[in-house]
């Protein structure tokens, strides 16, 4: 069964770029039927998709994000990874990974397919 696994800094200072990887186990982020997404949850407030990436390594964004998010992979090490720049507190969220066969603002309402356990990012100095 696939694992996902968020890690990253805690803190990160506004204006800064923060980076967060998902290291991916007991399944291969190049199978072609899955896309590797990032997903937010901010306090008090709903999952928010942020982007994704397939297993063809096509990248794909909402408009939200699309000026400040960057999803990469490395494929030699099984896993993807998420920048952020120019964080403010907003940004403050739990971040999450997830793999399905689709994304999207409206996929991420079911919270369906396979999720890491989030990490919390804080944006302050």
């Known amino acids: 069964q696939v694992q996902l696994q968020e890690s990253g800094p805690d803190l990160v200072e506004p204006s800064q770029t923060l980076s967060l990887t998902c290291t991916v186990s007991?399944?291969?982020?190049?199978?072609?039927?899955?896309?590797w997404s990032w997903v937010r949850q901010a306090p008090g407030k709903g999952l928010e998709w942020m982007g994704a990436?397939?297993?063809?390594?096509?990248?794909y964004y909402s408009p939200f994000f699309k000026s400040r998010a960057s999803i990469s992979r490395d494929t030699s090490k099984n896993l993807f990874t998420l920048q952020l720049s120019s964080v403010t507190p907003e940004d403050t969220a739990v971040y999450y990974c997830?793999?399905?066969?689709?994304?999207?603002?409206?996929?991420?309402?079911?919270?369906?397919?396979?999720w890491g356990q989030g990490t919390q990012v804080t944006v302050s100095s």
């Open positions: 997830a793999r399905d066969r689709t994304f999207g603002s409206t996929w991420v309402t079911g919270r369906r397919g396979s």
């Open positions: 007991g399944g291969s982020i190049t199978t072609s039927v899955y896309y």
């Open positions: 990436i397939s297993g063809s390594g096509i990248t």
